[in-house]
């Protein structure tokens, strides 16, 4: 059997330096594993525009099977999932941005080093994939509020003096500030019904926001999306339902609808922003589906620490 052939892509942008500085880390651990493990190389690539990655797992994927590492955020690790999907090669997930969500769905402790180390040695295992419309994703897409947090959190991003934690929290608040449902009409599977929706989370993982547990119930290898449909949402309400949902304890609040379902088509009366996986777009109408093929991901071994 020939030996593994790993290959990071690295954002060098991601997480005001984080995956950059992960880049040093992953050349000195090779040099401490090779003692070990004689036949393991690597390589590192840097993506220099958006949509790099998906060019580089693409163009790496057509020439063999590649163990890839997408060392970045959330938005990364989807490039990178959408230039390799159909393909021989595995993917994997090194936390090196700002909010790494997905990475919370398959670790219990978040430690970049650990895990980083830990996936290197780990084991691969088949899990779904979302898809939103033509577009793949891994963790969570939604509409709405979240959306149209992470919208206006660009103007706040105006240098390292303002963290992505205290952009997205000015966000939150100031879009609080100015709530506006959605009219849309959901088609979830066979169920059709019209709302007003503060926002609507269509989720394979369980977590966004920078660590919100929006979908406690998601497994990322059950077949199915949770939809959670969140309704009658006032300045006040969103008070209530930001902690709790932060904590995974929203479930059984009134305002909130819940579903599991295979596809879920969104069709709204005005654009409205679609955030998947950390990337914006103004639709319409989505379709928001469990995708026919699967990805093979690496996990992390688990930690002798």
């Known amino acids: 059997m020939s030996p593994v052939k790993h290959l990071f892509i690295v954002n060098p942008a991601a997480g005001n330096g984080i995956a950059l500085r992960m880049a040093r880390t992953i050349g000195k651990l090779f040099r401490e594993l090779k003692q070990k493990y004689k036949d393991i190389d690597y390589e590192i ?150 709302e007003e929706v503060f926002m609507v989370a269509v989720a394979n993982g369980k977590y966004y926001g920078g660590g919100i547990k929006i979908a406690p119930l998601a497994e990322i290898d059950d077949g199915l999306l949770e939809v959670l449909i969140v309704t009658d949402i006032d300045r006040a309400k969103v008070m209530k339902f930001l902690p709790k949902a932060i904590a995974g304890k929203h479930m059984g609040l009134e305002e909130l609808q819940y579903r599991r379902c295979k596809r879920v088509e969104i069709i709204a009366e005005e654009p409205v922003y679609i955030n998947v996986d950390g990337e914006l777009a103004a639709r319409k109408q989505v379709v928001f589906s469990i995708a026919d093929k699967k990805v093979k991901m690496v996990f992390p071994r688990e930690s002798e620490e």
């Open 45 to 194: 690539v840097f993506t220099r525009y958006e949509g790099h990655a998906t060019e580089i797992a693409r163009d790496f994927s057509s020439t063999g099977d590649y163990r890839i590492y997408a060392v970045g955020g959330d938005g990364t690790l989807n490039e990178v999932l959408n230039g390799m999907v159909g393909t021989g090669s595995t993917l994997a997930c090194i936390p090196g941005g700002s909010g790494n969500d997905f990475i919370k769905s398959v670790v219990k402790k978040f430690d970049r080093r650990r895990i980083l180390l830990d996936t290197i040695l780990g084991t691969e295992k088949e899990v779904d994939l979302g898809m939103a419309d033509d577009r793949y994703f891994l963790n969570i897409a939604s509409l709405g509020f979240d959306a149209n947090v992470v919208k206006n959190a660009e103007k706040y991003k105006t240098g390292p003096i303002v963290p992505n934690k205290v952009s997205y929290l000015l966000s939150v608040i100031s879009t609080a500030m100015d709530i506006k449902p959605e009219k849309v009409r959901i088609i979830a599977d066979d169920e059709v019904f019209d």
